[in-house]
């Protein structure tokens, strides 16, 4: 019953911004962590960003300074806002969510539930 359903990727010129969003329902969103992993080509998927449920935000090296990651616990909703795009940030992000009390905010194990993905290209 539980779904995480991601939006508002697509194809940006570098430098370009996107806003993405991921919708959840079927949990008790307020007691979840959440994260945005990416997965490009011929890679492994990739931590991106955390928030915990008080708002506490932990980053990956590269994005810093480009992305900023927020909640909205009455809708449910997380959301990821990147900046000043390149090449390398093309991927399929994924939204996930694990439950309060886990420790590893940046690994996959971590989180139970997924999304399916949207997908990010970045044009040089």
């Known amino acids: 019953q539980v779904q995480l359903v991601e939006s508002g990727g697509g194809l940006v010129q570098a430098g370009g911004s996107l806003r993405l969003s991921c919708a959840t329902s079927g949990l008790t969103f307020s007691t979840y962590n959440m994260g945005w992993f990416r997965r490009a080509p011929g890679r492994e998927r990739e931590f991106v960003v955390a928030?915990?449920?008080?708002?506490?935000?932990y980053y990956e090296g590269s994005v810093l300074g480009r992305c900023t990651i927020s909640r909205d616990n009455a809708k449910a909703t997380v959301s990821l806002q990147l900046d000043s795009l390149k090449p390398a940030d093309s991927a399929v992000y994924y939204c996930a969510a694990a439950p309060y009390g886990y420790s590893g905010y940046n690994l996959e194990s971590t989180y139970v539930y997924w999304g399916q993905g949207t997908q990010v290209t970045v044009s040089s």
């Open positions: 928030i915990t449920t008080g708002g506490r935000t």
